[in-house]
């Protein structure tokens, strides 16, 4: 790849659908954090774990909110 079309660390944004993925890892590389209800996800999830940046109904919410 071309430097120029190439990303960096920060420029990612992890989707989530487990409460374990959310924990402390992305935290502290400076990551936000998207957590979605599908999947593997179970209501109150975001509760009972570090609380993600965000929480939402799903994927395409999330990269809607990611666009924005």
Same mark, same amino acid.
Request: net charge negative; aromatic share 6%; charged share 25%.
């Given at each position: 790849?071309?430097?120029?079309?190439?990303?960096?660390?920060?420029?990612?944004?992890?989707?989530?659908?487990?409460?374990?993925?959310? &924990?402390?890892?992305?935290?502290?590389?400076?990551?936000?954090? +998207?957590?979605?209800?599908?999947?593997?996800?179970?209501? &109150?999830d975001?509760?009972?774990?570090?609380?993600?940046?965000w929480? &939402?109904?799903? +994927?395409?919410?999330?990269?809607?909110?990611?666009?924005?």
């Open positions: 790849l071309h430097p120029a079309n190439t990303l960096s660390l920060h420029d990612a944004l992890p989707i989530y659908d487990k409460k374990q993925d959310v &924990g402390a890892v992305p935290k502290e590389l400076g990551l936000q954090r +998207f957590l979605v209800q599908t999947g593997k996800y179970r209501a &109150g975001e509760l009972k774990t570090e609380a993600p940046d929480v &939402g109904v799903d +994927f395409a919410e999330a990269v809607r909110v990611i666009l924005a």
